[in-house]
């Protein structure tokens, strides 16, 4: 079956029997350790952090493809505890040489675990270590949830998900209310993301921001997201109705989710802070996740039918000029980030190849910025 970005992992709760292990991958990153020598030395880590009765054999190690702000390598560990076998997949995230984006792993950590106690289906994060010493880089490490995919095109095309993509449709908008609905002063998360924007700071935060990301990355003149720069200092929209904690790539593709319809784990979750939910409303929205082709929101709802699923579970209201800013400022920031990831790649601080692949659709948000901002 079909896991974490799409890759096929063997199904199993903890403690179930191991399936039997399989050669490491021949894959060898640009920099850093190779698979078995990585595996070697996760192996020694997980041994000081398991109730292990000897060593801890890792096995099935394979780099997850995609994604490209943190290497992401799933695999198997097998160890004796209280006199049997156990095996349980993890999922290890670490920090790359170079990437499409500069974020703070402990953020992403910290805010998982939050999430994850207040009832949002993330995965569960276990260990966080913010220096190398254990495996060259900061990394952490959590459970691999089995049983399920994130591929938008097999959700949108797979016979298989045809009676789940209705209810996926519902859970997709009843997780997003959720997240906006955490309590996260309670929860501690202002200690994680620094203080909390005003109502009326919260546009002029992500502006400023993202300028200033442009203005460190851009390899050229880059006109057009200049010009929508200044658009945006100029059509604000009106303040937050409510501070919450936005999670700042939220969309098809970045969720488990399986054939009952259910989402199983929120990923990705590096960007998050606390802002304007309808910021959260506009990126879901972003035509480059329209999968299907259509004006569909992630190719499994209408946009009318969106705003009105999220308007009743959150009582906030959808303005429609304010998604519109958002959906402006959303481009304006994926194309900055495919701008960082090709100055790493042109300082020779990466050989990754999407970081290749990804400034090459820079184009398109152009003209979608262009539309949006003549809309």
């Not at 929860?187 to 203005?215: F, H, K, N, S, Y």
């Not at 604000?236 to 999670?247: D, G, K, N, T």
């Not at 969720?255 to 590096?270: A, K």
Request: aromatic fraction near 8%.
């Amino acid at each position: 079956m079909t896991g974490w970005l799409g890759v096929r992992i063997p199904p199993g709760p903890p403690g179930a029997p191991c399936p039997p292990p399989t050669p490491l991958l021949s894959f060898s990153p640009p920099k850093g350790r190779k698979p078995p020598v990585l595996a070697e030395a996760i192996a020694r880590y997980l041994a000081q952090r398991l109730p292990a009765q000897g060593e801890v054999q890792v096995s099935n190690l394979r780099r997850i493809p995609g994604g490209a702000s943190r290497e992401t390598w799933a695999f198997d560990a097998t160890w004796q505890e209280g006199g049997r076998p156990l095996c349980r997949g993890f999922v290890l995230r670490r920090d790359p040489p170079a990437s499409l984006l500069v974020t703070d792993r402990d953020v992403e950590f910290q805010v998982m675990a939050a999430a994850g106690r207040a009832g949002v289906p993330v995965p569960q994060v276990l260990w966080l270590e913010r220096d190398g010493g254990h495996l060259e880089r900061p990394f952490f490490v959590m459970e691999r949830i089995d049983g399920c995919d994130t591929s938008p095109q097999v959700l949108l095309a797979d016979p298989r998900y045809a009676a789940a993509r209705p209810a996926l449709a519902r859970r997709f908008v009843e997780v997003l209310a959720a997240i906006h609905a955490l309590d996260w002063r309670s929860l501690g998360l202002e200690e994680a993301l620094g203080p909390a924007p005003t109502p009326e700071e919260c546009a002029r935060r992500e502006i400023e921001r993202w300028e200033a990301v442009l203005e460190r990355d851009a390899l050229g003149p880059q006109p057009v997201l200049r010009a929508a720069i200044r658009w945006l200092r100029h059509h604000q929209p009106p303040p937050a109705q409510r501070i919450v904690l936005v999670h700042a790539d939220y969309r098809v593709g970045n969720f488990l989710y399986d054939q009952q319809g259910e989402i199983r784990g929120v990923l990705d979750w590096e960007m998050a802070h606390l802002g304007d939910p309808l910021e959260d409303v506009a990126w879901a929205c972003l035509r480059p996740w329209r999968w299907a082709g259509d004006e569909r929101v992630g190719g499994l709802l209408e946009r009318r039918e969106f705003y009105r699923l999220y308007q009743e579970l959150t009582g906030l209201q959808v303005i429609p000029e304010a998604v519109r800013f958002w959906e402006v400022l959303g481009n304006v920031k994926l194309a900055t980030i495919f701008l960082t990831g090709a100055r790493s790649l042109a300082e020779g601080r990466s050989r990754e190849p999407i970081l290749a692949l990804t400034a090459r659709g820079n184009p398109r948000l152009e003209l979608e910025i262009m539309a949006l901002m003549e809309a």
